[in-house]
Protein backbone atom coordinates (compact mmCIF):
# COMPACT_ATOMS: atom_id res chain seq x y z
CA UNK A 1 0.00 0.00 0.00
CA UNK A 2 1.21 3.55 -0.96
CA UNK A 3 2.06 6.21 1.28
CA UNK A 4 0.20 8.36 -0.91
CA UNK A 5 -2.89 6.77 -2.34
CA UNK A 6 -3.46 9.97 -4.44
CA UNK A 7 -0.19 9.26 -6.21
CA UNK A 8 -1.23 5.12 -6.89
CA UNK A 9 -1.49 4.25 -10.49
CA UNK A 10 -5.14 2.82 -11.14
CA UNK A 11 -5.51 -0.07 -13.20
CA UNK A 12 -7.63 -0.02 -16.79
CA UNK A 13 -10.54 -1.98 -15.42
CA UNK A 14 -10.50 0.26 -12.07
CA UNK A 15 -11.00 3.68 -14.36
CA UNK A 16 -13.72 2.19 -16.25
CA UNK A 17 -15.90 0.42 -13.91
CA UNK A 18 -15.38 4.07 -12.32
CA UNK A 19 -16.52 5.99 -15.12
CA UNK A 20 -19.13 3.53 -15.63
CA UNK A 21 -20.51 4.42 -12.48
CA UNK A 22 -20.40 7.73 -12.88
CA UNK A 23 -22.15 7.29 -15.92
CA UNK A 24 -24.83 5.31 -14.78
CA UNK A 25 -25.43 7.79 -12.47
CA UNK A 26 -25.41 10.86 -14.38
CA UNK A 27 -28.39 9.48 -16.32
CA UNK A 28 -30.82 8.89 -13.35
CA UNK A 29 -30.09 12.56 -12.63
CA UNK A 30 -30.32 14.10 -15.90
CA UNK A 31 -27.49 15.50 -16.13
CA UNK A 32 -23.98 14.89 -17.89
CA UNK A 33 -21.29 12.82 -16.30
CA UNK A 34 -18.94 15.78 -16.77
CA UNK A 35 -21.01 17.75 -14.19
CA UNK A 36 -21.42 14.70 -11.93
CA UNK A 37 -17.14 14.41 -11.98
CA UNK A 38 -16.88 18.06 -11.07
CA UNK A 39 -19.42 17.48 -8.08
CA UNK A 40 -17.46 14.82 -6.86
CA UNK A 41 -14.28 16.47 -7.15
CA UNK A 42 -15.56 19.60 -5.00
CA UNK A 43 -16.88 17.28 -2.40
CA UNK A 44 -13.43 15.64 -2.12
CA UNK A 45 -12.10 18.96 -2.05
CA UNK A 46 -14.34 20.92 0.46
CA UNK A 47 -14.41 17.19 2.75
CA UNK A 48 -10.86 16.25 2.82
CA UNK A 49 -10.24 19.54 4.14
CA UNK A 50 -11.76 18.54 7.48
CA UNK A 51 -11.08 14.93 7.14
CA UNK A 52 -8.97 12.05 5.93
CA UNK A 53 -11.19 10.71 3.64
CA UNK A 54 -10.97 7.57 0.63
CA UNK A 55 -11.03 9.88 -2.10
CA UNK A 56 -10.69 6.63 -4.62
CA UNK A 57 -13.43 5.02 -2.79
CA UNK A 58 -16.04 7.99 -2.87
CA UNK A 59 -19.26 6.97 -4.32
CA UNK A 60 -22.17 9.25 -5.02
CA UNK A 61 -25.95 8.66 -6.14
CA UNK A 62 -28.25 10.87 -7.56
CA UNK A 63 -32.37 9.61 -7.36
CA UNK A 64 -35.75 11.19 -7.53
CA UNK A 65 -37.39 11.51 -4.39
CA UNK A 66 -41.10 11.97 -3.97
CA UNK A 67 -42.32 15.14 -1.60
CA UNK A 68 -44.21 14.15 1.40
CA UNK A 69 -46.50 17.15 0.97
CA UNK A 70 -46.86 16.98 -2.90
CA UNK A 71 -46.68 14.79 -6.00
CA UNK A 72 -43.92 15.95 -7.03
CA UNK A 73 -40.39 14.49 -7.62
CA UNK A 74 -37.17 16.54 -6.82
CA UNK A 75 -33.56 15.32 -7.18
CA UNK A 76 -31.66 13.97 -3.69
CA UNK A 77 -27.61 13.91 -3.76
CA UNK A 78 -26.31 10.95 -1.45
CA UNK A 79 -22.68 10.59 -0.75
CA UNK A 80 -20.69 7.75 0.91
CA UNK A 81 -17.16 9.07 1.59
CA UNK A 82 -15.29 6.75 3.54
CA UNK A 83 -13.20 8.74 6.28
CA UNK A 84 -10.25 6.90 7.20
CA UNK A 85 -9.26 9.51 10.10
CA UNK A 86 -10.95 12.86 11.84
CA UNK A 87 -7.78 15.01 12.82
CA UNK A 88 -7.88 17.21 15.80
CA UNK A 89 -7.27 20.41 14.43
CA UNK A 90 -8.83 22.09 17.52
CA UNK A 91 -11.16 23.42 15.44
CA UNK A 92 -12.92 25.59 18.66
Known sequence: MS???VFRKKNSG???RNRLKLLLVADKADCS???MQMIKDDMIRV???YLNIDSDR?????K???QEDCERFTPVLYANIPIRDVPDKGIY
Do not use: D, G, N, T
Open 33 to 35: PEI
Open 64 to 66: KQK
Open 58 to 62: IEIQM
Open 14 to 16: EIA
Open 47 to 49: VSR
Open 3 to 5: LFP
